[in-house]
């Protein structure tokens, strides 16, 4: 079989056990599956470079920025001169925090300048991304869905306890839409139903500015309870299970992880009219998967509350088989062999 190195690997696997979860299905299969440290990079030799966020490179200082972009070239470009064959998820054709979107544009042009493959999430994210990239068009492309999570969290503690909740869930971040679940609200009279809003403030979101504007709520007399701090495992769990409702009021992005886990959990959502979101409207659909119409309103939360009365808490068992890590992770092993044995065809899901 293959010797695959991923970066990241499992030391990934507390903020995001995607790749921990590749790795694990690969050695399954039977291929010698982990991420090597630097020396190994340089000196050993591997069959697969698999990549993922790889504009995390240019968001430390720009000295380092400028550092780590000169060794990742050289390490990329070594292993390529001894046969590897370099695959990039495209989890996100453009970085959520773009620190510097000159230096990441780029740093990205060079490696795609190297990358022999393209594994999509969607046809959708695929097509984004050629927009932004058109080399992405001439590489050999592979689109498989974002698996389930599998287990990777635990399940939830117990039976929740206390009202069903609308909940706005993760790392607080400009590009999720806090903003329009907040404004949402503003504009309304409070009404009898429970919010809840927990996750860490990010990305220049002023944790004093939400407190306020939370606080301010609750003044006003909606039942809104908040926690800004990171969600631990059980606690994400824990308030998927609690919650009849996710909202997920998405300004842009080309995937959501935390949209699997809720539909993997039962969780119903209302998320926003992205080409992001379409995979998941179309499996799903509402009311497991409601989509925001226009801007973001009270009364379209209050509906769809409503409506998901009936299937919160209850799993789709056919998204859960479709999405399975073991199978997608068996397509994308297929196509680790395709680049290797350096085939033609582009093979398309």
Not at 18 to 27: F, P, V
Not at 30 to 41: E, K, L, N, Q
């Amino acid at each position: 079989m293959a010797v695959i190195w991923s970066f990241p690997g499992e030391e990934n696997r507390k903020s995001n056990p995607y790749t921990s979860t590749l790795i694990a299905e690969l050695r399954n299969l039977g291929h010698v599956a982990f991420s090597p440290d630097w020396p190994r990079r340089l000196l050993g030799r591997c069959d697969i470079i698999h990549l993922h966020w790889p504009q995390k490179v240019v968001q430390d200082s720009l000295p380092r920025s400028l550092r780590s972009i000169a060794l990742w070239l050289a390490f990329l470009a070594l292993q390529k001169a001894r046969g590897a064959r370099i695959v990039w998820t495209i989890h996100n054709a453009a970085s959520h925090e773009a620190h510097r979107p000159r230096l990441e544009r780029w740093w990205m042009t060079r490696l795609l300048g190297l990358v022999d493959g393209i594994h999509a999430l969607s046809d959708i994210s695929l097509r984004e991304a050629g927009v932004i990239y058109p080399a992405v068009t001439a590489k050999h492309r592979l689109v498989a869905p974002h698996w389930t999570y599998d287990g990777a969290y635990p399940a939830a503690a117990q039976r929740p306890e206390g009202p069903e909740t609308i909940a706005f869930l993760g790392d607080l971040k400009a590009y999720k839409g806090l903003d329009a679940l907040l404004a949402a609200l503003e504009s309304a009279p409070p009404d009898s139903r429970h919010y809840l809003v927990h996750g860490l403030p990010a990305d220049g979101l002023d944790p004093e500015t939400l407190t306020a504007r939370l606080q301010a709520l609750r003044r006003r007399g909606w039942h809104i309870d908040y926690v800004l701090e990171r969600l631990s495992d059980q606690e994400m769990a824990d308030r998927l299970a609690q919650s009849r409702l996710l909202v997920l009021p998405y300004h842009s992005g080309e995937n959501s992880g935390l949209a699997v886990l809720a539909a993997e959990r039962g969780t119903p959502m209302l998320v926003s009219a992205l080409p992001a979101f379409e995979p998941m409207l179309e499996e799903l659909g509402a009311p497991r998967a409601a989509v925001i119409e226009g801007p973001l309103t009270h009364a379209q939360i209050a509906r769809a509350f409503e409506d998901a009365r009936d299937v919160a808490g209850k799993v789709d068992r056919e998204f859960v088989a479709r999405r399975a890590p073991g199978r997608i992770v068996r397509e994308i092993s297929n196509y680790y062999l395709f680049l290797m044995e350096q085939g033609t065809p582009s093979p398309q899901r």
